[in-house]
DNA sequence: AAATGCAGTTAAATCGATTTATCAGCCCGT
DNA sequence: ACGGGCTGATAAATCGATTTAACTGCATTT
């Protein structure tokens, strides 16, 4: 029993073709399909569970009802958590992600915005690594609905839903200096892209205000967590003058986490740890660590809302949006207890 | 500019596009094209950079080179590592991954199976939840290359990726009984899946070996936490007498800590901790909690192996296969420097 | 009576590839 | 001089839908 095509519905029915695709989709009132036919094949449809093949109907029709998800890498807690979210949403909305880590490689991501643009992705939602500007450009001149998230590209025009780095970074580190704390370090992973740099705006606006001196350390990201732990280490172990460190990411601020116990020191009285991107290892953490929590529901929502919206209407004229959301700043145990 | 088709290709060289098609698939030989006509073509393909549009391709070939991966729950950290790997290997061989998230839902899972199928994915690897044998069955009667894996379907004939739940599960139990605890809990989701079903009959094992009385929790999945929060510590709340307990997943497992540390709880002191599945949290909690780590990459190394040994190999003789893997128990700090 | 309009339906073109079947020469042997 | 066997290439069918353009009656205008 081979799967059936459209025309052996016709051909069943005695029917064109033509007739069957107009009604199947609910274009029969427009073309003047009398009710009864159309009942008929509504019914016979319905009995023999015929679907359309989606290849053909996307060659025909060029939309494909698959959405390109392009995150810096799934197995990030951040990230992961997103895409859940986006899934659902646009699995409600009819359309099926297909997606992939770009790992922050521009290369990568060229390679994979070609195969997405190869399966004909009706759009892209995209958490952009630096360089990538022209393909993205490129994207958006074939009139593709692009949305960015986590960050942007200055360069480039286009719709982006981020939160509010500088300030939340700001007010972190500010956080910090009321607690009393003076050699406030921050580590993160080196990195060109917006919402870095914006992070370590506001640790530096907020380290000026009050005269203190900034120590910023990059870590180059790797695959290999060893990588990313010994640089940390090292450099822990160079400025035993620190009474606090401000992690740029979940995932420095985890091997940072790391690093402080592998060398036993003592949080926060030998050293106060802050970190962007709240999850379940700093709410667990002895003692629990204060962390910026993004929004990661309202950003789902709000990149998937950007899109539909990009999808549904063909007009070309909206200018695009940029989306900024406030981040929650989670108080936790070590700092609050602690008076210095 | 359009983008160009095999057509324009074919005009443009004043050469039938059938001969422009036979030497894109490297048919060339077989079909004794002239060298000379062969390296124009290629030449002037390379030059104006032709993709062939592989909707078109999908549809005349039936194959789609997109592989279905349905996870449990893609913000789960252990489904999300095993996804990037396998997102990995599989880019490496020309697949694209179409993923999604079941939730354990049967219904859900099913429709998502339909909408895999579709779309004409080339095959499926799936951690299938209960109740989807029929599904499956029938993707197998219709020559699809399926590979399961967490767990199995015991009444249905297919390949399978799985760890030794059974033994993991009696070994970290007869740890803890070795360490001298004898009251201790299984907690864990409800679920009649194959791994679950092993990872209690490995608790029960090494408990009725001992002659302890077995306490087994079964809280209900829900995708809020506070759902899963809650039974938990009614039930800690409940048996003070309790000297450990086990976790049966990593998402319990976390839970059970928020419980521990929300209702003040002592680690090991007042009470020991052994869960399945390692990860970061287990590995920052203080003390560190010993768990039982799943070979991530072994699994994703064989899930993908076997899929595209399936996928090559059209031939439908081949019995289908079980992998079982062996897990690494990682002891850590709370049990091993205590003696009771 | 020819023209127009409309309701109801469909034949045929199209999307962009792959694949089957065939064809035009040319050489060879008998 | 004619069938057979190569070589090198292609025309046409096919995959399964959508969409355009047209066609058949019948009623209504002009």
Do not use: W
């Amino acid at each position: 029993m081979k799967k059936l095509s459209i025309v052996d519905i016709a051909n069943h029915l005695n029917v064109s073709k033509t007739t069957i695709s107009f009604i199947l989709n609910g274009r029969a009132e427009e073309k003047r399909i009398g009710k009864e036919l159309v009942e008929r094949v509504q019914k016979f449809v319905e009995e023999v569970g015929y679907k359309p093949n989606s290849l053909a109907k996307s060659l025909r029709t060029g939309k494909s009802n698959i959405i390109g998800l392009m995150v810096e890498d799934i197995s990030n807690p951040f990230f992961s958590a997103i895409a859940r979210l986006i899934e659902d949403r646009a699995y409600k909305n009819g359309y099926k992600i297909i997606y992939c880590s770009t790992d922050n490689d521009t290369l990568k991501t060229r390679e994979l915005i070609n195969m997405f643009r190869d399966r004909h992705v009706d759009g892209y939602i995209i958490a952009p690594p630096k360089g990538i500007e022209d393909d993205i450009r490129s994207l958006l001149k074939d009139g593709m609905p692009v949305v960015l998230f986590d960050r942007h590209l200055p360069n480039v025009s286009t719709d982006f839903v981020e939160i509010d780095n500088l300030f939340s970074s700001y007010n972190a580190t500010k956080h910090l200096i009321q607690q009393g704390y003076k050699d406030i370090a921050f580590i993160t992973f080196a990195s060109g892209q917006t919402q870095m740099q914006a992070r370590l705006q506001g640790y530096h606006n907020a380290l000026n205000e009050s005269g203190y001196k900034p120590v910023v350390e990059e870590i180059v990201f790797n695959q290999n967590e060893d990588l990313i732990i010994a640089p940390i280490t090292n450099f822990l172990k160079k400025n035993k003058k620190l009474d606090a460190v401000f992690f740029g990411t979940n995932h420095v601020g985890t091997c940072g986490l790391k690093v402080i116990n592998s060398l036993g020191i003592k949080v926060p009285s030998d050293l106060a740890v802050v970190s962007f991107d709240d999850y379940d290892v700093f709410k667990l953490f002895s003692p629990p660590v204060t962390a910026i929590a993004q929004p990661i529901e309202a950003i789902a929502d709000s990149v998937i809302t950007v899109l539909l919206n990009k999808l549904n209407t063909s007009s070309q004229h909206i200018s695009s949006q940029s989306i900024i959301l406030k981040t929650d700043f989670n108080i936790r145990g070590s700092s609050k207890t602690t008076t210095r």
